[in-house]
């Protein structure tokens, strides 16, 4: 009854019926998570990491030992580029250990840990 109603209101023809084919069998497919390791062995290496960051879904895990043992500078350039991709979408980034870094999407977070103060004699004389 309503549904012949408004058929009637948007102008549809008696005798033609028209169908709409709804898959019920396909379903939407989730996003997930992908954990990426990389390995930085060149400032080319970055590509990679930027466009699989660029996905969303991707959390990096990168080794930067190789970089650091050849060239520091271009390791700093590296982590540079990769800081200011994961600054733009929103993500975070955090070493771990001297060789390992993070980059997360945005609705991952790292945790970071903030300096527990000690109360040795090199603090106090600092202070």
Avoid at 2 to 25: C, H, M, P, R
Avoid at 58 to 76: G, M
């Amino acid at each position: 009854m309503v549904f012949d109603s408004l058929k009637k209101a948007f102008g549809s023809n008696e005798g033609e019926e028209e169908y709409i084919e709804i898959d019920l069998g396909r379903e939407m497919k989730k996003a997930k998570v992908i954990v990426r390791p990389f390995v930085l062995k060149s400032f080319e290496d970055v590509t990679p990491i930027l466009n699989s960051l660029r996905e969303g879904y991707t959390i990096a895990v990168i080794d930067i030992k190789q970089l650091r043992a050849k060239d520091i500078i271009e390791l700093k350039r590296a982590i540079s580029k990769i800081k200011k991709t994961a600054d733009a979408l929103e993500g975070n980034i955090a070493g771990f250990g001297e060789n390992m870094i993070i980059v997360t999407p945005q609705f991952a977070e790292i945790h970071k840990p903030q300096a527990q103060p000690t109360n040795s004699p090199a603090d106090m004389v600092r202070e």
